[in-house]
């Protein structure tokens, strides 16, 4: 599918973020391990979650939706060895965090997924699930799916993380439930701290203590109802229309601006962005509030490895916004980013390029020459749900026709979005 956008004039309105994904992740995959009935309101209904919901059904786990979701949970032995091959599709959170927790349960299983998937590296979360027990088994040297797991019996570990990434840390998390003792995490830099967050609301034993998690084995988790808050990655691409398009004005409602995800609002208000954050609250232990964003003019920055983290979804589309701010804007420290949907770095310099921007790739990041002048131009999303939703912004500040190809890519994590595009600019 192909999707043609022309120059918007302003962008005017009001918008409740969709639910966010990375909790949908963790909210089905808790519930499920858990013993008895979950409820879970506002829940993501997107491809990726549902190769979640998918597989935990594969797994044996009754799963009703509605308006609400409603896990019946298993309890951490319940889980069933499943018949076939779970696919996880495009979600790469769903194929690293279920390696974790069918590690510790003792049956053999196998999950692939697309094209895409299959290309991921899934090496830096087999070594230390093996450091606690697992025998798994992968493609390439165990560096690529398809990944086949038989579990049970882990052993504790202290494992130091050569490379901040929450879906890791996630799984050896995870993993640690069914270890006989304490499971010890240590991030180089913070990175996303949802399954830290939610834990302890299903009983979990966990503490984080700076840079260190520890969760304690041994114990059954209990379910519980959840509220899933606004997706700040989701609402990020109409923040950036709305600084990047003269005359905008919009607020987007009750999103989450968990820390750790919301570096890229802290790096567009350090550019000078026109940004109120209003009624801060917490929704299920996670702190969400209202944002209000104006047209703003942007000053370019530097954008070091240490800020990474808590913005490597937005990476895309902070790359639109460099584009336009005054001055020059280098992104370091970003090399994962060439290993997860696309190699969104190749991607977006190439599709800038096009646009009429100058771009400088290095191994590891990008800089960009603001004030660009950018012009219609044919892009191609290599099935990447944020770059098809990057380059989307950037057509509204381009003179001429912009298409975006394979743009169904937005199914993953959003599939509202171009309907949603259309209500604001219209």
Known sequence: MKIEINKASRLKGEI??????????????????A??????????????TLSTLNAFRTLGVDISEDKE???EGKGRFGLKEPVSVIDCGNSGTTMRLLTGVLSGNPFFSVLTGDESLRTRPMGRVIKPLRQMGAQIMARQDDSYPPIAVRGGG????????????????????????YADGVTEVIE?????????????????DVDVSGLS????????LEGIEVDVPGDFSSAAFFIAAALLVKDSDLTVKSVGINPTRAGFLNVLQEMGANISVENT???????VADLYCKYSELRA????????PSLIDEFPVLCVVASQAEGVTTIKGAGELRVKESDRIKAMAEGLRKMGAEVEEYDDGLSIKGSATLKGADIETYGDHRIAMAFSIAALTAHGKTTIHNAEAVNISYPEFFSTLKELTG
Request: zero cysteines.
């Open 281 to 287: 609250r917490e929704v299920s232990g996670e702190p």
């Open 16 to 33: 409740i973020s969709p639910p966010d994904k990375s909790i949908s992740h963790r909210a089905i995959m808790l519930s499920s391990i």
């Open 35 to 48: 013993k008895g009935k979950s409820i879970i309101r506002n829940l993501l209904k997107a491809a990726d």
């Open 213 to 220: 998690i520890r969760v304690k084995g041994g114990i059954e």
């Open 69 to 71: 979701v409603i896990i």
């Open 188 to 204: 180089p830099v913070k990175s996303r701290d949802h399954t830290e967050r939610m834990l302890p609301s299903y009983g979990a």
């Open 154 to 177: 882990l052993n504790p570990i202290r494992y130091e993380m050569p490379i901040a990434s929450a879906q890791v840390k996630s799984a050896i998390l995870l993993a640690g439930l």
């Open 301 to 308: 920055i530097d954008i070091g490895a240490e800020t990474i």
